[in-house]
């Protein structure tokens, strides 16, 4: 696999952990870009950040709704079963046992 492939999968993972800790399962994308570039060092652009959410949103991993210039990401319950080890999303990074 590419180091893009890589990084994509990654950042995948990233951001299904980052709508599972909101209490509300939801986030939008600048807030999710931003915790890619500060926590993680992945410095992409917003609309990279999109391009991202859709591909979670064809897995059935997350919803989008587009507001202005962002889009807000509510996480599915498949989601959420891949984040907590119970599905595996290809395209997705496997979550670490006990992470």
């Known amino acids: 696999m590419s180091m893009d492939g890589v990084i994509r ?5 990233i951001i299904l952990r980052d709508l599972a800790e909101q209490p509300d399962r939801r986030w939008n994308s ?12 992945i410095t992409r652009t917003r609309d990279w950040v999109h391009e991202e959410l859709r591909f979670l949103e064809d897995m059935g991993a997350v919803a989008r709704v587009k507001q202005a210039s ?8 498949k989601g959420l079963d891949h984040v ?9 990074k496997r979550p670490s046992p006990g992470a």
Do not use: F, K, P
């Open 70 to 77: 962002v889009q807000i990401a509510s996480l599915t319950q």
């Open 9 to 13: 999968e990654h950042a995948r993972l």
């Open 84 to 92: 907590e080890g119970r599905v595996v999303i290809t395209g997705v």
């Open 30 to 41: 600048e807030a999710l870009r931003e915790d890619l570039e500060m926590r993680w060092a």
